[in-house]
């Protein structure tokens, strides 16, 4: 059994055979998939792929505003995701959220505040947050810790403090140096490994999924994108998570079925644990 825990399989890349697609990951064992919405906010593209997920037992949804789209983050904006994600169980994440400093699709100070502000959603709904990040690294670590960090104001704040940070969120598609992974884990973080992994230039990457605990590790495939070797060049599709997973074990010294088990039982205590998607007590 297998979860890919950053798909997007609500676009037209699917259109015309999702069932299909969502059939061949049953058949493969991925039991469970996290669709990510993504897009202009304004759009309709967020309720989109929330249907996607009160149609499937096996899909589960998140919402956010990705760093390509900052610029469209607005109070508007703000309000329109809020409500979606108060009216659906089915949204267990905000997300993706963070900065890519690779394109410029937003100005970089935009996509800082914008990351700042949807956090801070993130955790007055008592979501975990998925996070994109690409060259950006030192900015993206600084703000997490910023404003997900440990207050050690008082027992009771750094009870809840921690708390929160057990299942503060996931760093998605890391690419990512060791250093970099092992500051997350210590803010509470999980990290989540796509096709990349499977790339033979990939060998950094590959060393860094060797160190760290399995038990912080997920699986994704960020489908259509990075599609796993031997599909590479193909459309990706979720069922082609066990690749990754294949991957992630050899490089473990175990089994496939254990990295399946093992990031499930991750997959269900990060986003899955009692209380996600409520609001906390004042
Ligand atoms: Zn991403
Ligand atoms: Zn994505």
Redesign the pocket.
Known sequence: MFVDSHCHIDGPEYDADRAEVIARARDAGVTTMLNVGTGDPHSGAFERAVALAEKHESIYGAIGVHPHDAKLFDDAAEDRLINLAKQSARVIAWG?IGLDYHYDHSPHDVQREVFRRQLRIARSLNLPVVI?SREADDDTIAILREEMGSTGVSPVSQAQDARATSRAGVL??FGGSLNMAQQAIDLGFYISFAGNLTFKKATDLQATARTLPLERLLVET?CPYLTPVPFRGKRNEPARVVETAKYLAALKGVAAEEVGRITSANFARLFLADGAGETPPA
């Open positions: 993706e994109h998605h598609c960020d």
